[in-house]
């Protein structure tokens, strides 16, 4: 399929739904072929079959990026079916309203850290090598404008996200001699299954926060950024931190 990312693969984690089914979709729409990484498998296999319909390439993998051996087994299911990786699309996190930091479990923050922070390294750590023979590609880091900004409620969540903003700019000067890129996004309130649960007065309250519109952003949103960084067009981009959040933290 012709299109701005034509040719190249891309493992997105945590694509089965939300931002990352958009991104997938996106990506598969501009010529990449996708591997869909998750922990949903029925969502995950019916949004390949889906992608499929529509004339893209697309496989699902289980992927609980906690774990070392999923990784590996993902990397090479992906070599096995279409013979190179290209792009890392780091996506798979969870925001569990967690309360304030002195009443916080250790597990609960070690779980947060450990899909948020954790599992984006491991995801990098073993796309690195096969990036590199391949003579490049693009590691792109799903960060969150709690990583910019103070919320309340998510200590953990925003600390795996600056921990993460941090690693990107740590793979951006490691690996740039090998031709891989690292860039971070960090989305503001996007309408996802995510905030599913929130109730409306909050999403209000949150929405008329953001000076474009008062809304919250669209996955799509994001998707044409990680499109972007994806895609040649970003060749002299790394290091880069991507913020789209409606200007809620440019305030
Ligand atoms: N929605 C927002 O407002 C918002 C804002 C800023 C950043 N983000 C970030 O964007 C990314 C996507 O979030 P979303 O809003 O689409 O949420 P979502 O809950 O709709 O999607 C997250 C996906 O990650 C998967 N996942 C969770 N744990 C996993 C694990 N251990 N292994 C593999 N996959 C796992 C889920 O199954 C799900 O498909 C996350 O990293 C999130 O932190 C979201």
Redesign the pocket.
Known sequence: MPGRVAGKVALI??????????HARLLAREGARVVI????HE??RELARAIAAEGGEAIYVP?????ET?WQAAYNTAMLAFGRLDVLV??????PQQGPLDQLGLAQWNQVI???LT?AFLGMKHAIPHMRHRGGGSIIN?????ALVGYSGIPA?AAS?GALRALTRQAAAEYAGDLIRANA????????????NSTPERMRMLADKVPLGQR??K?EE?SHCVLHLASDESAFTTGGEFVI?GGFSAQ
């Open positions: 984690s945590g694509a089965a739904r939300g931002m990352g089914e958009s990484g998750d922990v949903l969502l995950g992927l609980d990026v906690t774990v999923d780091n996506n798979a996190g969870i925001a450990g899909i948020n599992g799903i960060c969150s404008t709690a969540y996200k996004i960090f989305p503001g309130l996007i309408a996802t299954p995510m905030n599913a919250r952003g996955p994001v959040d």
